[in-house]
């Protein structure tokens, strides 16, 4: 069987559900092909808590649509990535904040040359090739989805697994295998509302900053900062921020992982004031906030 990292063991799985998924991704990793294997996530995700890991497995393994929802920067992907790996199972993405139409969903019709005769094609978007090859989907700021194209992922989320092609009139039925994760950039602040028929498909994860020793334990494992006192200071900042942004003082980006990730990175060539400064101060609109964070930052660095 393959050796995944030792931190399934602390999903705190029943050990005979975590040996079904093992046994059956070994088997389905030797039928995949380049192409197939390339749309398999990687591994990486440190989980917030005891429970989030295993009951995202849990939900997954059940045939369930997982919902995550969690502010920019808190490993949203990360932990889509990390269960594609586990499973795996190529996953094919979507983001629907950026203009996702019908067509970028579900593909298009193409004119193409055959023995001399013009015929059209049909080439598949990223919802069709999941449903079809028995894949996942990853929907990306599913909250965004346009009108038009909300009917066909509430269609694909529903327990029928079946679209109506819109643009070849065929239906759609998905391959056994197929799984829908989706993201919502959720904080504190700036929430956009969910339609409730979409929400009501999905069970929900939240998926918070990572705080304390396990933020320190991240950083120490991936970023370029190897200083032990510097980063214990950049964990204690974090909590600052995260305190300041539960009191409606901060926006939630402020105390994003990945921001931290970056100003940790830097300060190994930077002094760290800077690298805060570039990594998380620069990035929030508002001077007050940014003014907030500079005077936070200057009691641990200063
Ligand atoms: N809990 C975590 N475990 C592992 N990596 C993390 C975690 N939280 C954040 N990261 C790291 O921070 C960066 C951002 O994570 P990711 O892209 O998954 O965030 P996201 O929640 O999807 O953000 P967005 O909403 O902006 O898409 C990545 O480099 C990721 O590896
Ligand atoms: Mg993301």
Same mark, same amino acid.
Request: glycine share 8%; proline share 4%; hydrophobic share 40%.
């Given at each position: 069987?393959?050796?995944?990292? $030792?931190?399934?063991?602390?999903?705190?799985?029943?050990?005979?559900?975590?040996?079904?998924?093992?046994?059956?991704?070994?088997?389905?990793?030797?039928?995949?092909?380049?192409?197939?294997?390339?749309?398999?996530?990687?591994?990486?995700?440190?989980?917030?808590? /005891?429970?989030?890991? %295993?009951?995202?497995?849990?939900?997954?393994?059940?045939?369930?649509?997982?919902?995550?929802?969690?502010?920019?920067?808190?490993?949203?992907?990360?932990?889509?990535?990390?269960?594609?790996?586990?499973? %795996?199972?190529?996953?094919?993405?979507?983001?629907?904040?950026? /203009?996702?139409?019908?067509?970028?969903?579900? %593909?298009?019709?193409?004119?193409?040359?055959?023995?001399?005769?013009?015929?059209?094609?049909?080439?598949?978007?990223?919802?069709?090739?999941?449903?079809? $090859?028995?894949h996942w989907l990853y929907i990306d700021e599913v909250n965004m989805a346009k009108p038009e194209t909300l009917p066909l992922i509430n269609g694909v989320l529903d327990h029928r697994r079946t679209i109506t092609n819109p643009f070849t009139g065929e239906?759609?039925?998905?391959?056994?295998?197929?799984?829908?994760?989706?993201?919502?950039?959720?904080?504190?602040?700036?929430?956009?509302?969910?339609?409730?028929?979409?929400?009501?498909?999905?069970?929900?994860?939240?998926?918070?900053?990572?705080?304390? /020793?396990?933020?320190?334990? &991240?950083?120490?494992?991936?970023?370029? &900062?190897?200083?032990?006192?510097?980063?214990?200071?950049?964990?204690?900042?974090?909590?600052?921020?995260?305190e300041q942004i539960r009191s409606g003082q901060l926006s939630d980006e402020a105390a994003s992982v990945r921001a931290m990730l970056d100003a940790c990175d830097l300060a190994a060539y930077l002094p760290p004031l800077r690298a805060i400064q570039r990594?998380?101060?620069?990035?929030?609109?508002?001077?007050?906030?940014?003014?907030?964070?500079?005077?936070?930052?200057?009691?641990?660095?200063?």
């Amino acid at each position: 069987m393959t050796l995944v990292s $030792e931190h399934w063991a602390t999903a705190k799985l029943p050990k005979s559900l975590l040996q079904t998924i093992l046994e059956r991704r070994d088997f389905r990793m030797t039928s995949l092909d380049a192409e197939q294997l390339s749309l398999i996530g990687s591994d990486g995700y440190r989980p917030s808590d /005891d429970h989030i890991l %295993g009951d995202a497995i849990v939900a997954m393994q059940l045939g369930k649509n997982v919902l995550l929802k969690g502010p920019t920067g808190s490993g949203k992907t990360r932990l889509a990535e990390t269960l594609s790996y586990l499973f %795996g199972q190529p996953m094919h993405s979507v983001n629907c904040s950026v /203009d996702l139409d019908a067509e970028g969903l579900v %593909g298009f019709k193409t004119l193409d040359q055959e023995a001399g005769q013009s015929v059209v094609r049909f080439i598949p978007g990223p919802l069709v090739k999941a449903m079809t $090859e028995g894949h996942w989907l990853y929907i990306d700021e599913v909250n965004m989805a346009k009108p038009e194209t909300l009917p066909l992922i509430n269609g694909v989320l529903d327990h029928r697994r079946t679209i109506t092609n819109p643009f070849t009139g065929e239906v759609v039925r998905a391959k056994k295998g197929f799984g829908v994760i989706a993201a919502v950039n959720i904080g504190y602040v700036g929430t956009v509302p969910m339609n409730e028929a979409l929400k009501n498909r999905f069970v929900v994860m939240d998926v918070p900053y990572l705080q304390g /020793d396990k933020l320190l334990e &991240l950083l120490k494992e991936r970023s370029l &900062l190897k200083d032990d006192e510097l980063l214990r200071r950049f964990v204690r900042l974090s909590a600052d921020l995260q305190e300041q942004i539960r009191s409606g003082q901060l926006s939630d980006e402020a105390a994003s992982v990945r921001a931290m990730l970056d100003a940790c990175d830097l300060a190994a060539y930077l002094p760290p004031l800077r690298a805060i400064q570039r990594a998380i101060n620069d990035k929030l609109d508002d001077e007050r906030e940014q003014a907030l964070v500079a005077n936070l930052a200057e009691t641990y660095f200063g």
